[in-house]
C-alpha cells in the first residue's frame, strides 16, 4: 500500500489580532475624517476663492470703466471749451486753427484734432499728417458724428485714413444765430500709441487676465491683441449685457480648460462696455497651498491622536492575548500559574479568564488524552498514520538522514480466512511487539493499515537500514504463533535524501521496493 503524501488544502488567509483590528479601524475612521475635514476645507476655500476673485474680477471691470469714462468726459469737456472759444469767434478760420493748436498743447488725449463744418468737410487738424484739410469724412459712423447736433458724440470704432483703426470724440459749434456749424473732434488712435492706450495698459494683470472695451455696436474697441480691434462680439451673453447697461460676473467654462470668471462694467457716457476675463486655475492658483498649510497645522493634534490610539489598542489588546496565549497551550501546566497574574481590567476579559481557570485542569487532561488516542493505532498500540505525519514533520526539523522499512505480512488474508480475524488480530499484535524488539527508542514504529507497518529509522543510512531490516525478518520468520505457527514478512529499504527530496518520497520509494519483494516470491528485501 503506498502511503501517499497527504493532500495539500490552501492556507486560510492570516487574521489579524485584536490590537491591530482597533488600531486599523481607528486608523481608518481617522483617515476618514481628516480626509472629509480637508475635503471640506478644500470646498469652502474652492468657493471663497471664486468668489473673492469674482468680486476682485466684478471691482476691476468697475475700475477700468470709471477709467474709461473719466478719460472721454474730459476729453470731451476739452473739446467743448474749444467749440465754445471757436463759435464766440465767428467761425473764424484763424481762430479755428488757434484753437486746434492751443488744444492740442493742453492735452494728449487726441492723437488727432480736427474741425469739421456742417457739410462734413475738414476745415482745419492737428497735425495735417492723418486728416486731410478741405477732404470730406467719408466712414458711415464718422458722418453720424454731424447728426448729433445738440451734444458731445463718440463715434465707435472705425478705420481712418491709413486704415487705422481710431474713435473720434466730437463736440458740435453753433454759429452766433445758433445754427448748427459743425464740430470740433478729437481722434483717438485704438491701435498703436494713444493716451488712452497707455492709461489702459497699465492696468493689466499678470496673472493670465486680460478685459476689452466694445462700442455701441459690439465691435472691440481695445484689445491687448490690437489684431482682434474691430471684431465684433455682439452675439456674446456678456456683451449683450453690458451694451444694456448691467455690470455683473458669471462662469464661463470653457473645453479645453478650467473656465474663466467673466465680468462686465458698462461706460455710461460713451454707452460702451468693459469685459474682463480671468482664468479660474489662476484664481485657484493657490488653493493647494492653502490645503498644504491646513494639514500641517492639523499634523501635531493628528499625531498625538495616533500615538493614543496605538497605546489605547495595545492596552485593550494585551489582557486578551495573554489569555489567547495560554488558552493555545492548555496542555501545558505552566500556564495555569500564568492566569493569575494576567490583569484582567475590563468585564469581558475577566469572565474569560475566570471561565479559563475553571476549565484548564479538565481541559488539560481531555486534550493529553485526545492527543494520545488520535495517534495511536487501538490494536497495535503503535502509532497510526495520523501519528506517522506528526512524527514525519519532527524529523524533517531535527533529522539530517532517515531511512524508511515499509513490512508487509505475507499472505495474512489467508490467516484471516482460515482461522479468523481474531486469530488475525492477535498475530498482529505479536508482530508489532517483535518490532518494537528490534527498534531503538528513537526509531518510529507506526501501522500503515491492515498488515502493513513502516519503521522510521533516524540517523540511519541505507546499509544499516538493511541489516535492521535482515534482523527484523529473520527474527519474524523463527517466531511462531498461537494456532497460525510461522509467519513471513517481505521488505522495502528506502534512505531519505538518497531515495527522494523529502521523506514522504522516501517512503513512496520504500513502498516500490515492497511491491518488488512481494513481486519477487515475498520473504525477502528489496531496497529502492
Known amino acids: 500500500m503506498v502511503n501517499r503524501k497527504p493532500k495539500e488544502f490552501p492556507k486560510p488567509p492570516s487574521r489579524i489580532d ?31 476663492l471664486l468668489q473673492h476673485s469674482a468680486d476682485t474680477n466684478r471691482d476691476y471691470a468697475g475700475r477700468l470703466a470709471q477709467l474709461a469714462d473719466s478719460f472721454l468726459r474730459k476729453s470731451a469737456q476739452a473739446l467743448e471749451a474749444a467749440a465754445l472759444d471757436v463759435a464766440e469767434s465767428g467761425l473764424d478760420p484763424a481762430v479755428i486753427r488757434k484753437e486746434l493748436d492751443q488744444l492740442a498743447s493742453i492735452t494728449d488725449a487726441f492723437n488727432t484734432i480736427i474741425a469739421v463744418d456742417s457739410s462734413g468737410k475738414i476745415t482745419a487738424a492737428r497735425p495735417e499728417s492723418e486728416f486731410l484739410v478741405g477732404a470730406g469724412l467719408q466712414a458711415f459712423q464718422a458722418r453720424q458724428l454731424l447728426d448729433a447736433k445738440e451734444a458731445t458724440a463718440i463715434s465707435g470704432a472705425l478705420k481712418g485714413p491709413g486704415g487705422q483703426w481710431l474713435s473720434i470724440i466730437a463736440h458740435p459749434i453753433f454759429s452766433p444765430h445758433g445754427s448748427y456749424a459743425g464740430f470740433v473732434g478729437g481722434a483717438v488712435h485704438l491701435q498703436g500709441s494713444s493716451a488712452l492706450q497707455n492709461a489702459l495698459d497699465q492696468l493689466h494683470y499678470q496673472d493670465g487676465s486680460y478685459f476689452y472695451i466694445v462700442d455701441e455696436k459690439g465691435t472691440i474697441a481695445y484689445h491687448p491683441n490690437q489684431h482682434l480691434i474691430g471684431l465684433s462680439l455682439k452675439d456674446t451673453q456678456p456683451v449683450q449685457m453690458v451694451l444694456c447697461g448691467e455690470a455683473g460676473t458669471q462662469r464661463v467654462d470653457d473645453t479645453d480648460s478650467h473656465g474663466q470668471l467673466v465680468s462686465y462694467a458698462p461706460i455710461p457716457f460713451a454707452n460702451w462696455g468693459v469685459v474682463t476675463h480671468r482664468p479660474i486655475e489662476f484664481a485657484l492658483s493657490n488653493i493647494d497651498e492653502l490645503l498644504l498649510k491646513t494639514f500641517y497645522y492639523s499634523l501635531p493634534l493628528l499625531g498625538i491622536s495616533l500615538l493614543a490610539i496605538w497605546w489605547l489598542s495595545r492596552f485593550i489588546a494585551f489582557p486578551l492575548r495573554e489569555l489567547a496565549e495560554v488558552a493555545a497551550n492548555m496542555d501545558d501546566r505552566a500556564n495555569f500559574s500564568r492566569i493569575c497574574f494576567i490583569k484582567s481590567w475590563y468585564v469581558e476579559a475577566a469572565m474569560i479568564q475566570k471561565a479559563l481557570m475553571h476549565s484548564f485542569s479538565a481541559v488539560s487532561s481531555r486534550i493529553r488524552k485526545l492527543r494520545l488516542d488520535g495517534s495511536t493505532d487501538p490494536l497495535t498500540r503503535v502509532i497510526n498514520r495520523r501519528g506517522l505525519d506528526i512524527a514525519i514533520e519532527k ?54 493499515g491492515g498488515e502493513e507497518f513502516v519503521i522510521l529509522l533516524p540517523e540511519t543510512d541505507i546499509e544499516a537500514a538493511m541489516r535492521f531490516a535482515e534482523r527484523l525478518q529473520s527474527t519474524i520468520e523463527r517466531a511462531s504463533f498461537d494456532n497460525v505457527g510461522r509467519v513471513t514478512i517481505s521488505l522495502g529499504v528506502a534512505c531519505y535524501p538518497t531515495h527522494g ?11 516500490a521496493a515492497l511491491y518488488r519483494a512481494k513481486a519477487a516470491g515475498r520473504n525477502c528485501i528489496r531496497m529502492a
Open 18 to 48: 485584536l490590537q491591530h483590528l482597533i488600531l486599523w479601524m481607528c486608523l481608518f475612521f481617522v483617515i476618514v475624517a481628516v480626509g472629509n475635514s480637508l475635503h471640506a476645507a478644500y470646498r469652502v476655500q474652492h468657493g471663497l
Open 395 to 448: 524529523l524533517t526539523r531535527t533529522a539530517q538522514t532517515v531511512a524508511v522499512v515499509m513490512i508487509d505480512l505475507d499472505y495474512f488474508k489467508a490467516v484471516n480466512d482460515k482461522f479468523g480475524h481474531a486469530v488475525g488480530d492477535e498475530v498482529l499484535k505479536a508482530i508489532s511487539v517483535l518490532i518494537m524488539a528490534e527498534a531503538r527508542r528513537e526509531d518510529i514504529v507506526a501501522r500503515m
Open 501 to 511: 527530496d523529502d521523506i514522504h518520497e522516501s517512503l513512496v520509494r520504500a513502498d
